[in-house]
């Protein structure tokens, strides 16, 4: 079909028994990179890289973990994926700074909440500043 001995990559699967496999994938121009947030083990979009390095071609050897089941794979992935992990992961970052504003306000309004009823109830007096 072709001779292009390099599209393929090898995938150091991990099952979650501990034991390991190597799956060797022949990529053709029709099949569409995976999107590697999306874990194959659980289906949880939360994958992460815990370590990357450059790869020939621009490509990037990556090592990903999926922090709900504990699934994880060794590969080397195109430059076009990673670019579209680190999209997902800049929206997973942007998702948490907003969830932690959003509480840091809960727990402001809560505060606010306990000062006033404790004003109101008189039970701040002068010597607790
Ligand atoms: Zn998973």
């Keep these: ?4 001995q390099d ?10 028994s501990g034991r390991s496999i190597e799956v060797v994938r022949f990529e053709t121009e ?6 590697l947030h999306i874990c194959l083990a659980c289906d949880s979009e939360l994958v992460q890289p815990v370590s990357w390095q450059e790869a020939p071609g621009q490509r990037w050897e990556l090592t990903l973990e999926c922090p709900n089941c504990g699934w994880s794979e060794d590969g080397t992935y195109e430059h076009e ?3 579209r992990l680190e999209e997902k992961l ?5 998702d948490m700074l907003a969830d932690l504003q959003r509480l840091a ?3 402001m309004a809560d505060e606010i909440d ?4 404790a004003l109101e109830a008189d039970l701040i007096l002068p010597e607790d500043f």
């Design 1 to 4: 079909m072709n001779d292009n």
């Design 105 to 107: 306000e809960a727990n």
């Design 30 to 35: 029709e099949s569409p990179p995976r999107n």
């Design 81 to 83: 994926q990673v670019n």
């Design 114 to 117: 306990r000062f006033a009823t």
């Design 7 to 16: 599209r393929h990559s090898v995938r150091k699967i991990v099952l979650p």
């Design 90 to 94: 800049d929206e997973g970052l942007a």
